[in-house]
């Protein structure tokens, strides 16, 4: 059985539409699925410690992701230009979500965030139009929301304690 996916080893595949990562599967390489522009569902059933740099860069066709449990990073770009991808639920095991790891989501309108710990990169959220934060986060990171220019109402919750410079500059 398939252990790993390699460094862009889907990468341009423009007529893949689903994929379901095994639960054999325990590293996904860089790039891996970037620009599998009708990529439109990924189920992730493996125990991934990991989304790497750019795996789903402009898998513009991506509405939905369901990401695992074991889950603890999302790299740089990982879902970079997916601008069909409507909602995203990060798992409590995540801490890190690195910079710019949802920039260009322009259809991105809700997220939960389910861990009260994660460190947020900058500019996360570049370009999405978030209309829903998960009811636990307690900081708004610097440029989290920068540029995101269709954004017209937002809530934020109670449990928000501070919102940094240029959350949502632009």
Known sequence: ?????????????????????????????RNAFSGCSLLSQITILSSLNEIKKFCF?????????????????????????????????????VSEIES?????????TKISILSPNIEIGKGVFNGCKIVSLSKNMTN????????????????IPSSV???CEYAFYG
């Open 140 to 155: 708004i990171p610097s440029n989290m929301f920068k540029k995101c220019t269709s954004l017209t109402q937002i809530t």
């Open 100 to 108: 710019k790891s949802f920039y260009g989501c322009s259809s991105l």
């Open 57 to 93: 860069k402009e898998c513009k066709s991506l509405k939905r992701i369901s990401l695992p449990n074991s889950l603890k990073m999302i790299e740089y770009g990982a879902f970079y230009g997916c601008s069909s991808l409507e909602k995203i639920s990060i798992p409590s095991s």
């Open 1 to 29: 059985s398939v252990t790993s996916i390699g460094r862009s080893a889907f990468s341009g595949c423009t007529m893949l539409d689903q994929i379901t990562i095994p639960d054999s599967v325990k590293s996904v390489g």
């Open 161 to 163: 304690k501070s919102i």
